[in-house]
């Protein structure tokens, strides 16, 4: 913006020369109002525009109630727009930063939500954990991908140091979800489990058990107030189906092959999320899975001692080919065959 027209706009905002319009930030602790002008919020904003040139009361009044603001929050936006000063933002702290972004976000003013994210980007490495998490939930909600992106990158890489992290239970429900992607492969399917299984508690999604209705011992006045809150009824029901529709999504995401015996005892056997049907199902494919290893392993130690007998094979130099090659297709370790094994995994 030309110098001399963004010190025109600043004076104007000083004096509040021509103000034809309040905005009045309501508070628990009362109201905080702001003279402002038509024009320059209406040019900042589609949102504000349609509400002072439209047919809503704002338009004729001139005066806007918000309560999703915090006066400062507003006070630092309304600077924003009557000189678009970037270099300001640099001057404010990360949690202003953030409400600036999500100000501007709610009400269609992209530059103070871009500008936002630039310099949020600009000083991601120097955020703690409860600061890379709430910018995770903030990256959603502005829907940036870029910013989605860089701090689901950060977070991967320290996911064992934000483990149990208060912060990761206050994510909405799909950023929660996306989360537990994230950490795919840097958490153990247990550590995963374990944090699935914290958040359905926390926010109680499997609270709702079994379906309302009318029971064999009811009196035709229990039937009757029965049905006088069906509708409420029928609200819970719709809740409780699209929470366990989550918590089945949730659970879908882990792998239980992954499972140790002893881990899967310890966690998810002890759950009340899964049916014991469930539990079976899983357990079963575990054994399996640990009895073919052991098979694979008891098979390879008989092959490679009577490759390594010299009535087998007399040649020493294929012998030591065989020792030093890779211990499967897909696995760099070397199989030592020159000591018995003692590991038990």
């Avoid at 939500?113 to 949020?120: I, N, S, T, Y």
Wanted: net charge negative; charged share 30%.
């Amino acid at each position: 913006m030309n110098s001399w027209l963004r010190d025109s706009l600043s004076d104007m905002l000083r004096t509040n020369r021509h103000a034809d319009c309040r905005f009045i930030i309501e508070t628990s602790a009362g109201n905080k109002v702001f003279a402002c002008h038509k024009l320059i919020l209406s040019c900042a904003s589609e949102v504000f525009d349609r509400m002072l040139f439209g047919s809503y009361n704002e338009s004729t009044s001139g005066d806007v109630k918000l309560n999703d603001v915090e006066p400062k929050v507003f006070e630092k936006f309304r600077e924003y727009v009557y000189s678009y000063d970037v270099e300001r933002l640099q001057l404010y702290d990360f949690d202003t930063l953030v409400k600036l972004a999500e100000f501007g976000n709610k009400y269609l003013v992209e530059s103070i939500k871009d500008d936002c994210v630039r310099q949020l980007l600009y000083r991601k490495d120097m955020f703690d954990a409860d600061e890379l998490l709430r910018l995770f939930q903030c990256a959603h909600t502005l829907n940036s991908a870029t910013l989605i992106d860089q701090i689901s990158r950060d977070l991967k890489n320290h996911a064992k140091r934000v483990l149990n992290h208060s912060a990761i239970y206050q994510f909405g429900t799909d950023v929660f979800k996306f989360y537990i992607e994230v950490v795919e492969g840097r958490l153990s399917e247990a550590e995963r489990f374990n944090l699935i299984e914290m958040y359905i508690k926390f926010h109680e999604l499997d609270a709702f058990n079994g379906e309302p209705g009318v029971t064999d011992t009811e009196t035709d006045d229990d039937k009757k107030a029965t049905n006088t809150s069906q509708v409420a009824n029928t609200a819970v029901e719709a809740e409780g189906k699209v929470n366990a529709d989550y918590i089945s999504d949730l659970l879908g995401l882990i792998d239980f092959c992954k499972f140790t015996p002893k881990d899967f005892y310890e966690g998810p056997g002890k759950s009340s999320l899964l049916t014991m049907q469930q539990k079976y199902e899983h357990l079963y494919k575990i054994a399996r899975a640990c009895a073919h290893v052991a098979a694979q392993e008891e098979l390879e130690t008989k092959l490679g001692n009577c490759f390594l007998s010299s009535s087998c094979h007399p040649d020493h130099e294929v012998q030591r080919q065989y020792m030093n090659r890779p211990y499967g297709a897909n696995s760099s370790r070397r199989a030592d065959l020159s000591k018995p094994d003692m590991s038990f995994d």
